[in-house]
């Protein structure tokens, strides 16, 4: 039986579709302080500028020029001619993987394009910007919405699933993330310690844990996913 394989993606992938990755020099962290966007104190204190923040990276996820790259197209076909199972594990809150053609995405930090109400609990998908006064479409409640993305300090998504596929796994390989956001950057470390899997980096340069890793692929992911898949 052909080896299960997890593979973890983080901004980097989406970085040549024209998204900003977070901690590159020009990435997002340099623009705005995580403590002012990325945890429940900041929508807390000013949910207003919490929503500005989401609402534009909405806007621009959704405009005609962000288009999935040919890391994403790579992914999508080694999902689905693989033998065994593929888990695509993403960081990423952007839908180019599904718009890449993977048919299944885990969203370990959630999704942009869904709001949560933090009343009754019900995901929705959420295209328009969102306001503090805009109402539940579920439970009608006033101001109940929140971007559905997964802050510091919150419990990331479906991490069950993933450390049962990362148990199992044969192969794991992590691609464009700079590995300094936990549970995700452990998970090599998961691997690793069962002894019987293969683990490859793939990232622009070496990432912070890139020493973890029994291989190492360095170049843009346009480039080497492809050329790793094929
Ligand atoms: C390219 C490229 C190209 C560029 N081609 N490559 C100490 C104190 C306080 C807290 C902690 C602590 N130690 C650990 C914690 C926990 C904390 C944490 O990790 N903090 C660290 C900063 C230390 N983690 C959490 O709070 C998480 N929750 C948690 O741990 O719950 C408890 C728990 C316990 C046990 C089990 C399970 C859970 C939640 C983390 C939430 C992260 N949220 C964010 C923002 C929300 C989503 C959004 O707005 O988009 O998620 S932060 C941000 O970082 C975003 C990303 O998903 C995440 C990872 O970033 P990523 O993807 O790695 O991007 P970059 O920019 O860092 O790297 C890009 C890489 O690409 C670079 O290496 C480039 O070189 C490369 N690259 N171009 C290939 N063309």
């Not at 990325?38 to 005609?64: G, I, K």
């Not at 609990?121 to 006064?133: I, T």
Request: with cysteine; net charge negative; glycine share 8%.
């Amino acid at each position: 039986m052909a080896e299960s394989i997890v593979i973890l993606t983080g901004a980097g992938i989406s970085k040549e579709s024209g998204l900003d990755t977070f901690r590159d020099a020009d990435g997002i962290w340099s623009r705005v302080r995580i403590e002012d966007v990325a945890t429940p104190q900041a929508f807390r204190d000013n949910p207003l500028r919490v929503h500005d923040f989401y609402n534009a990276r909405r806007q621009q996820l959704l405009e005609s020029n962000i288009q999935p790259n040919p890391a994403h197209l790579a992914l999508a076909r080694l999902q689905r001619d693989w033998p065994g199972e593929v888990l695509l594990v993403t960081q990423n809150i952007d839908d180019l993987h599904e718009r890449g053609g993977s048919a299944s995405v885990l969203h370990m930090h959630g999704e942009l394009l869904k709001a949560r109400c933090t009343h009754c609990h019900v995901v929705a998908e959420w295209r328009a910007p969102l306001s503090v006064g805009t109402a539940c479409p579920s439970c009608g409640h006033a101001a109940g919405l929140r971007p559905h993305v997964v802050w510091f300090g919150e419990m990331p998504l479906e991490m069950e699933r993933i450390y049962t596929a990362l148990d199992a796994c044969g192969l794991f390989v992590s691609i464009g993330t700079s590995g300094n956001v936990y549970p995700a950057a452990g998970f090599v470390d998961e691997v690793s310690r069962r002894g019987h899997a293969h683990t490859v980096e793939l990232n622009l340069e070496p990432s912070s844990g890139t020493d973890l890793f029994d291989e190492a692929i360095h170049g843009p992911a346009s480039e080497i996913a492809p050329a790793f898949v094929e």
